[in-house]
């Protein structure tokens, strides 16, 4: 067990029994790649838990830019409209969050078909 717990993740840094050793990566590096296919609206989707996965602050070096890679190449894909294209590069920023509502005011949220 003590060995375990002084293993040092490769991507943050972290010890414990569960940190991704340099063994781990090699394995994941020499796999074959992982294939998926999803719609538009799903990719949309996925960006966005990804761009809000990169604002957290545990979220750092090169897993997020492997994060933030793919979330611009899933951006790429949906912004087929340039509503779309504004849509998602504003999720990258801040000050397009929705402003905390007061009592009583409906939420700023995404309209999606069919709500």
Not at 63 to 69: I, L, P
């Amino acid at each position: 067990m003590s060995e375990l717990l002084e293993r040092s993740c490769r991507v943050c840094g972290c010890t414990g029994q569960f940190a991704l050793t340099a063994a781990d990566v090699g394995l994941l590096n020499a796999a074959p790649p992982v294939g998926f296919e999803v719609g538009r609206v799903g990719a949309f989707f996925i960006m966005a838990a990804l761009q809000a996965a990169c604002r957290h602050q545990g979220l750092q070096g090169p897993a997020r830019q492997v994060v933030e890679d793919f979330a611009r190449g899933l951006q790429e894909s949906v912004s087929i409209t340039p509503n779309l294209a504004k849509l998602a590069e504003a999720g990258w920023h801040r000050k397009y969050d929705p402003l905390p509502r007061a009592p009583g005011q409906e939420e700023r949220r995404i309209i999606l078909p069919g709500e």
